[in-house]
């Protein structure tokens, strides 16, 4: 049964502290993305990750951090830097390769929120 | 900028009518459009794409168009079913920025039974 799961489902986060967002996929896709939906907004890009070892900065890095050990796992870290981190976050993954049909798959999401 | 724009935040339709989401953009590179429905507390799922070479696609009930002069796609629905009723995204990709998407803000669609 392939596909993208995301844990937890719901995330507290206390002032000044770091908290990690997993993703993970058996899918076999070489690319994999993490997005911020706010309420009324679209989905905006965090960072993704085209290949193994290698990441860059989506729109709204900026409090965010990833890594990408292994091709089926992108966790995404939110840092105490991240002053507004309340959101519906979420995971995609796709073929990548510089296709041009890029069809992401996304994963149920977390949803995180500040005590 | 936005260069994804869904301008209706929401849509009302009856059902067996048919339903049509609009989306506009502004950058001309764009050559691969998407749309993805999304339920609440979900991830969005893809529904059906279209590439810059084609004006239309048609996947079941859904059918999306492509005006690439007025930079404008939509999505139609026919018959427009209760289970149809969900948070509508548009998206957008080129190679220019590693086809990455570009989001549209979304329009929810309510289909009244």
């Known amino acids: 049964d392939g596909g993208i799961t995301q844990s937890p489902k719901y995330l507290f986060r206390k002032e000044g502290q770091n908290v990690t967002l997993s993703c993970e996929q058996n899918?076999?896709?070489?690319?994999m993305y993490w997005y911020r939906q706010d309420p009324g907004q679209g989905l905006r890009l965090i960072y993704y990750?085209?290949?193994?070892?290698?990441?860059q900065k989506g729109d709204i890095a900026e409090g965010y951090s990833v890594s990408r050990e292994k091709k089926e796992s992108f966790p995404l870290t939110v840092t105490s830097a991240q002053k507004n981190p309340t959101a519906f976050y979420l995971c995609?993954?796709?073929?990548?390769?510089?296709?041009?049909?890029?069809?992401?798959?996304f994963g149920a999401g977390t949803r995180l929120s500040v005590l | 900028d936005q260069q994804v724009k869904q301008n209706s935040p929401s849509l009302s339709v009856q059902e067996g009518r048919i339903s049509i989401l609009n989306c506009d953009y502004t950058n001309s590179m764009f050559d691969y459009f998407l749309w993805y429905k999304k339920y609440p507390a979900e991830g969005p799922t893809f529904l059906i794409s279209i590439s810059s070479i084609k004006d239309k696609n048609e996947d079941g009930r859904f059918t999306v168009f492509l005006n690439k002069s007025a930079k404008h796609l939509s999505l139609h629905i026919v018959p427009s079913q209760p289970g149809d009723s969900a948070v509508y995204f548009c998206?957008?990709?080129?190679?220019?920025?590693?086809?990455?998407?570009?989001f549209g803000a979304g329009t929810i669609l309510r289909v009244k039974s």
């Open positions: 998206a957008a990709s080129t190679m220019e920025y590693g086809n990455k998407l570009v």
């Open positions: 899918l076999n896709h070489d690319a």
């Open positions: 990750s085209q290949i193994v070892n290698d990441f």
């Open positions: 995609a993954s796709s073929i990548g390769g510089g296709l041009a049909k890029n069809i992401q798959y």
